[in-house]
């Protein structure tokens, strides 16, 4: 079997597939992990799904070594961070 690191990289289109597990659903029957393939586009839909269309954005403060900064965030990314004086 090939090194994952000798791969080139590429360009996901939403047809191409990945290898995952499916997991056990705690409050169903126990069942085993199984390796199942996921399409791009099913992982993407399931990422988007139930987000706001503007999506969330929130701004917190942080201090680090006397240095004040707002963080913004949205959906879960870190857009900007601004020095607080």
Known sequence: ????SS???GTPKTIDTLIGT???DPEGPVTN???KS???GSIV???TENTLADGITASLFVEYE???S???IKNGLIIGITPVA
Do not use: D, F, H, W
């Open 45 to 47: 839909a399931l990422a």
């Open 1 to 4: 079997m090939a090194q994952i």
């Open 33 to 35: 992990p199984v390796s």
């Open 70 to 72: 707002e963080v913004t």
């Open 66 to 68: 006397g240095n004040k």
């Open 22 to 24: 499916e997991m056990p």
């Open 38 to 40: 996921y399409t791009v």
């Open 7 to 9: 791969y080139p990289l």
